[in-house]
């Protein structure tokens, strides 16, 4: 069932892995088919490089495993979450790659600037409030991406121009038209977090890419 789905997930893993966005069993990645609301994640205990698409898991919107021999990624409720608001996204991709999760873990959200930010991202990339107790201790993996659309609805945020986010203590999460869409989005959210953590080192009073600037270059 969904082979082809399979194959993109499969393939978008490996890649992850290779260029380094996530190493081990850091990090998830889903694609779903909106048609008979099916989603394909990644399965719990295996590390990314040594998925294959047999191995990958097939569960509908409600988090019930259709298809697999393995336990969904334990971050499924999360992905499920991003697929039920953001309407016209195809693929979910989360990682722990190393400068944008420094951001996640500060609990700021990244600032657009220059242009390499413009290419990928309409605005700063938000980050998540604090998770309180309760939410941490009952649903926590749901409430991440809760969390994510809580951000987006609160600051009127338009997930097909800004497609990605960080979970505050936690990572970033991206996602796109499919997986493999999602999976560009998160390297470039990984090297605009590393460009930005560099720029404030060397001017800690930069300010953010002129709008019309940023606008131009994300339309292009």
Same mark, same amino acid.
């Given at each position: 069932?969904?082979?082809?789905?399979?194959?993109?997930?499969?393939?978008?893993?490996?890649?992850?892995?290779?260029?380094?966005?996530?190493?081990?069993?850091?990090?998830?990645?889903?694609?779903?088919?909106?048609?008979?609301?099916?989603?394909?994640?990644?399965?719990?205990?295996?590390?990314?490089?040594?998925?294959?698409?047999?191995?990958?898991?097939?569960?509908?919107?409600? *988090?019930?495993? =259709?298809? #697999?021999?393995?336990?969904?990624?334990?971050?499924?409720? $999360?992905?499920?979450?991003?697929?039920? &608001?953001?309407?016209?996204?195809?693929?979910?991709?989360?990682?722990?790659?190393?400068?944008?999760?420094?951001?996640?873990?500060?609990?700021?959200?990244?600032?657009?600037?220059?242009?390499?930010?413009?290419?990928?991202?309409?605005?700063?990339?938000?980050?998540?409030?604090?998770?309180?107790?309760?939410?941490?201790?009952?649903?926590?993996?749901?409430?991440?991406?809760?969390?994510?659309?809580?951000?987006?609805?609160?600051?009127?945020?338009?997930?097909?121009?800004?497609?990605?986010?960080?979970?505050?203590?936690? *990572?970033?999460? =991206?996602? #796109?038209?499919?997986?493999?869409?999602?999976?560009?989005? $998160?390297?470039?959210?990984?090297?605009? &977090?590393?460009?930005?953590?560099?720029?404030?080192?060397?001017?800690?009073?930069?300010?953010?890419?002129?709008?019309?600037?940023?606008?131009?270059?994300?339309?292009?």
């Amino acid at each position: 069932m969904l082979e082809t789905l399979r194959e993109q997930v499969c393939s978008a893993c490996h890649m992850m892995y290779d260029n380094g966005l996530a190493a081990f069993m850091w990090g998830n990645i889903s694609g779903i088919d909106r048609a008979n609301s099916l989603v394909v994640i990644t399965p719990k205990g295996l590390a990314l490089n040594e998925i294959t698409p047999e191995s990958l898991v097939i569960c509908d919107l409600y *988090g019930n495993v =259709a298809e #697999g021999d393995f336990l969904p990624s334990v971050d499924l409720a $999360a992905h499920i979450a991003l697929y039920r &608001a953001f309407e016209n996204i195809g693929g979910v991709v989360h990682t722990h790659s190393k400068s944008a999760t420094v951001w996640a873990q500060a609990g700021r959200d990244i600032p657009p600037y220059g242009i390499s930010h413009a290419d990928f991202f309409k605005g700063a990339i938000p980050c998540t409030r604090s998770l309180t107790i309760s939410e941490i201790e009952s649903e926590y993996e749901e409430t991440m991406g809760r969390s994510i659309v809580e951000t987006f609805l609160e600051r009127g945020l338009d997930p097909d121009s800004i497609p990605g986010a960080l979970v505050f203590n936690h *990572g970033p999460f =991206a996602w #796109g038209t499919d997986c493999i869409d999602a999976l560009k989005h $998160a390297a470039a959210l990984e090297t605009i &977090a590393e460009l930005a953590y560099r720029t404030e080192r060397i001017n800690p009073e930069i300010m953010p890419i002129n709008k019309a600037i940023l606008e131009k270059q994300f339309l292009k």
